[in-house]
């Protein structure tokens, strides 16, 4: 069974920046598609960013030019890097395979406020 360990979260003031990593075990990585999803407080969880097997990643309109995935899989790792956060950007944060498994990690929590 794959596992996901999600880090990096944080308090951060708008226009900052974090790092969120996604440990991942299993034999699978380097064959699977894999995303970040976030969830605000009283909404549902959408996707935020997916990347391919091969590197190919995708954003949503959102976080376009502000959001950058990533992959390494000799180490099994997803990331996000968040530049320029909004305080919009506040939620809750999961990595999981795309699309999702039926079960999630405990996610990270990313709150951009002054």
């Known amino acids: 069974q794959v596992q996901l360990v999600e880090s990096g979260g944080g308090l951060v003031q708008p226009g900052g920046s974090l790092r969120l990593s996604c440990a991942v075990s299993?034999?699978?990585?380097?064959?699977?598609?894999m995303a970040w999803y976030r969830q605000a407080p009283g909404k549902q969880r959408e996707l935020v960013a997916s990347?391919?097997?091969?590197?190919?990643?995708n954003l949503a309109e959102s976080v376009k030019g502000r959001f950058t995935m990533s992959r390494d899989n000799a180490k099994t790792t997803v990331y996000l890097q968040m530049n320029s956060l909004k305080s919009e950007d506040t939620g809750v944060y999961y990595c999981?395979?795309?699309?999702?498994?039926?079960?999630w990690g405990q996610g990270t929590q990313v709150t951009v406020s002054s």
């Open positions: 999981n395979r795309q699309p999702p498994l039926h079960y």
């Open positions: 990347i391919t097997s091969g590197g190919k990643t």
């Open positions: 299993g034999n699978v990585f380097r064959s699977i598609a």
